[in-house]
């Protein structure tokens, strides 16, 4: 391969793992304001699990996602899986 190509593939995969990198730094943030809001669902009695919230939320993130020339299936997939993993952190890390 061209040695130019070669440096420019190599700089394309850094800027991806830098990408990546942010991406698991704010999954990260996230899981934190997850378990504060747990805590707080906790002291008010609120349940954990709310549906108005989750489908708003979903609704947002795929017009954002659209709005930026995302798939809005890939988007929903990505953050029911986020959704899911927050709903599953509440119950057992934070109660």
């Given amino acids: 391969m061209d040695q130019k190509l070669q440096k420019k593939l190599e700089r394309i995969r850094l800027g991806i793992d830098g990408v990546d990198d942010e991406i698991v730094r704010q999954l990260a943030k996230r899981k934190e304001l ?4 747990a805590r707080v669902k906790k ?5 954990i699990y709310d549906r108005k919230r989750e489908e708003a939320l979903l609704a947002r993130v795929k017009a954002w996602g659209a709005r930026h020339d995302l798939d809005a299936e890939f988007v929903e997939v990505v953050f029911r899986l986020i959704v899911m993993n927050s709903k599953e952190v509440q119950y057992h890390e934070a109660l």
């Fill in 34 to 37: 997850v378990l504060e809001l």
């Fill in 43 to 47: 002291v008010v009695k609120l349940p």
